[in-house]
Nanobody, 124 residues
């Protein structure tokens, strides 16, 4: 069984930075491509960023391009999302998820395992 636990969310001001972490337990972490998604109140869950098994390939949504960076440390079974220059529209619950196949962009249906999310609130 695969378990994903996110952390690092919080309340910040516009322009600030946050780093989210997602720790995986269960089956071998290094074999899974990973992704970050987010869901704002009243909106559908949307793709944020993806990373392949060794970090050699990444993808991200246009809305976060140049501001957010996904990375992973397989020795720590952890994937990160570094978020810079945060905007109020980045406010959402952020989820990490594991997939079986890497893609530069995912839909929620592509993912096999999900964490429970961590809330990021950006005030103006």
């Amino acid at each position: 069984q695969v378990q994903l636990v996110e952390s690092g969310g919080g309340l910040v001001q516009a322009g600030d930075s946050l780093r989210l972490s997602c720790v995986k337990s269960g089956r071998t972490f290094s074999t899974y491509p990973m992704g970050w998604f987010r869901q704002a109140p009243g909106k559908e869950r949307e793709f944020v960023a993806s990373i392949n098994w060794n970090g050699g390939r990444t993808g991200d949504a246009d809305s976060v391009k140049g501001r957010f960076t996904i990375s992973r440390d397989n020795a720590k079974n952890t994937v990160y999302l570094q978020m810079n220059s945060l905007k109020p529209e980045d406010t959402a619950v952020y989820y990490c998820a594991a997939a079986l196949v890497y893609r530069d962009s995912y839909s929620a249906n592509d993912m096999s395992y999900w964490g429970k999310g961590t809330l990021v609130t950006v005030s103006s």
